[in-house]
């Protein structure tokens, strides 16, 4: 499927619009099964979210979790330290070496963000914007998670984004993460960022092809569609996935899918010295958690992010922009 990418704009207000005009909009582009399966679920996890009897098991909703880690930093002398951390953005560069590349593509530079819970802290977005306007790349992904909370309104989120997406130059492909609500969509494609819900564009270069495909949410909405996003792809053309999580290793690889970029596991967020997380909130193998791996013939990159959840604290694992540069 085709995915248009339209002028850059600002990010309108959501809370204020017709929602009904607005769900109009998403089955139109998203097809009616996709957009009320995925609004439903974001429904049933609001009930869920503020009434907290019956308020699912996730970490992200254990209320007095981010006091905890709060306190737990300040006995040990490392809560200032922790917050500074969640304020500095590295710039890593990637070199992969990947076989099968278009001989076209060698050098092809992609900028990968991911986890930025951009609403969290004015510093910590400043320091991405600062860090992206120091990169030149070709194309820029983002796997997802551009909220801080997981239910409430969006407005913040997008208003984040559209300051980003200023400082971002040319294409910007995206997928969302069990983070995002699906009203998004239509705000991040006013805004020129073009949404991969299950769909693959062909990027051409000097008459060669790569195809890049994007998946919705596997890991906590579970409407991810490897048919619909990968079954019209040939099986001769070198294809990026974009997933919000790694936990559909196996699915992509099986599916023929070369390099996989994603995000989600923050790297562990919080790690003991090395590097060593002291937790993964995702059902994978924990040398997938963060950095580069390879499954089979496929090649992964997991990013740690730019951005913190929970609490907006880091320790030992830097939050980062990749810069993959892809080699035949």
Not at 5 to 31: C, F, H, K, N, Y
Request: proline content about 5%; hydrophobic content about 40%; overall charge neutral.
């Amino acid at each position: 499927m085709s995915v248009s990418i339209p002028e850059p704009a600002s990010a309108p207000a959501v809370d204020g619009r017709d929602r009904a005009e607005l769900r109009a909009r998403l089955e139109r582009r998203l097809g009616r099964v996709h957009a009320r399966a995925r609004l439903g679920i974001e429904q049933d996890h609001a009930a869920q979210v503020f009434h907290r009897a019956r308020s699912v098991f996730h970490p992200e909703n254990w209320y007095s979790l981010p006091a905890l880690i709060r306190t737990g930093l300040r006995l040990t002398g490392l809560h200032a330290r922790a917050r500074r951390n969640a304020r500095s953005v590295r710039i890593v560069h990637n070199r992969l070496t990947l076989s099968g590349l278009p001989q076209a593509f060698h050098g092809f530079r992609i900028l990968h963000l991911s986890d930025l819970h951009i609403d969290a802290s004015p510093e910590a977005a400043h320091a991405l914007t600062a860090a992206v306007r120091e990169v030149e790349y070709d194309l820029c992904v983002l796997t997802g998670d551009y909220r801080f909370a997981t239910t409430g309104s969006i407005e913040p989120t997008l208003r984040g984004l559209a300051n980003l997406r200023a400082s971002l130059a040319g294409d910007v492909y995206a997928v969302l993460g069990n983070h995002d609500s699906v009203l998004m969509v239509p705000q991040l494609e006013d805004m020129g960022v073009a949404v991969l819900m299950n769909e693959h564009v062909p990027l051409e270069r000097s008459g060669q092809r790569l195809c890049l495909a994007g998946i919705d949410d596997a890991h906590y909405f579970g409407v991810e569609n490897f048919e619909k996003a990968l079954g019209e792809v040939s099986p001769d053309d070198f294809t990026v996935l974009l997933s919000h999580t790694p936990e559909v290793y196996r699915q992509a690889a099986h599916c023929g899918v070369d390099l996989l970029l994603c995000g989600h596991t923050h790297g562990g967020q919080i790690c003991l010295p090395g590097g060593l997380p002291l937790f993964l909130d995702a059902r994978i193998p924990r040398s997938l958690g963060r950095g580069l791996w390879r499954y089979g013939d496929m090649t992964g990159y997991t990013s740690p992010g730019s951005g913190t959840s929970i609490a907006e604290v880091r320790l030992n694992c830097p939050a980062e922009i990749t810069l993959h540069t892809l080699s035949a």
